[in-house]
């Protein structure tokens, strides 16, 4: 018996990873996603846990490597799209991201910005990010989307004088901030310790 | 005089991948390698670990070996990485040894 939900987290990854967690703790894991859609069938309580990684700077040939050794690494792993992009026609222009994936086609990488991984639970905590250099890289590809949302956002508010757009600007600087203050944090630690 | 002068010091993690690829292991086992030989202290993540293997490839100081068809891709050291270990193990019998010298003897456990 599977059960399905809806839900829209956007770029609320660590809701998103927080929700799934409750879900396995109530017994139930995933077993197929969609655009908003979560499937779970059941399990015992708290068998898996999850992460939810950031992808969508990768090119498709190394979204696809990095979700294979994942695999490999036995975890099971769910391409998920994030619900939030900014599009003219039907390419996105992704100047934030590594060569090779700057324009997300719907083909290779647009509607498969997220990775959810999921790992039977051992008992110890899962991480996916362990070294203070590695996660202050990770938290930089998960600011610099926002940054440039915060950039665009607030070139259009000053040329067309608009409120609006000032205040879709406002609220894009609230997660540059909280991922800045992460990089940071990192970045302070790393300076005398790896991990 | 000791070569190893220039080179600069490996972090914990790329020394032991590298020591783990003395004998060609895939990614699982490299993780599990070093939580073994360090009691678990040091538990390595995923994502860390693919960034740490990419890095070490691109130095080439590892790379991949065994028939690529296969489904897990294995990885050992090179000739170069074998080095770079060496240099690294004589870096830290230096540190060891000044640093028994100054806060007292070797007691391990």
Redesign the interface.
């Known amino acids: 018996m599977s059960k399905k939900y809806y839900r829209f987290f956007g770029g609320l990854l660590t809701a998103q990873e927080n929700w799934l967690n409750k879900m396995s703790e109530k017994g139930y894991r995933l077993i197929r996603t969609g655009k908003l859609l979560y499937e779970f069938e059941e399990c015992k309580p708290g068998q898996v846990k999850y992460c939810v990684?950031f992808i969508a700077q990768k090119s498709k040939n190394n979204a696809k490597d990095?979700h294979d050794?994942?695999e490999?690494?036995?975890?099971s792993v769910f391409y998920k799209n994030i619900n939030l992009n900014y599009s003219v026609g039907r390419v996105r222009w992704r100047p934030w991201a590594e060569k090779g994936g700057r324009i997300a086609t719907n083909a290779a990488t647009f509607n498969r910005e997220l990775l959810i991984?999921e790992k039977e639970n051992d008992g110890?905590p899962f991480?996916?990010?362990?070294?203070y250099e590695?996660k202050e890289?990770?938290y930089s590809n998960l600011r610099d989307p926002w940054f440039l949302l915060l950039l665009m956002f607030e070139v259009f508010a000053v040329v067309n004088r608009s409120v609006i757009l000032g205040a879709a600007a406002l609220i894009s600087l609230i997660p540059v901030i909280v991922y800045q203050s992460q990089i940071m944090k990192n970045r302070r630690e790393a300076r005398t310790k790896?991990? | 005089m000791r070569d190893n002068v220039k080179g600069g010091a490996l972090?914990?993690?790329t020394f032991y991948i590298l020591l783990s690829l003395y004998t060609p292991k895939?990614?699982?086992a490299v993780?599990q390698f070093i939580e073994e030989k360090t009691g678990g202290r040091?538990?390595?993540?995923?994502?860390?670990l693919?960034?740490?293997l990419n890095s070490l490839q691109e130095k080439g100081w590892i790379e991949p070996c065994g028939d690529s068809e296969g489904?897990?891709?294995e990885y050992h050291i090179t000739a170069q990485g074998k080095e770079t270990a060496e240099k690294e193990l004589a870096r830290l019998h230096e540190l060891v040894s000044v640093a028994s010298g100054i806060v007292g003897g070797t007691h391990y456990e």
């Open positions: 990684e990095y050794f994942l490999e690494m036995g975890y991984v110890k991480e996916l990010h362990t070294s590695d890289n990770y790896e991990w | 972090t914990e993690v895939h990614g699982y993780m040091l538990s390595l993540g995923a994502g860390t693919y960034g740490a489904r897990k891709k």
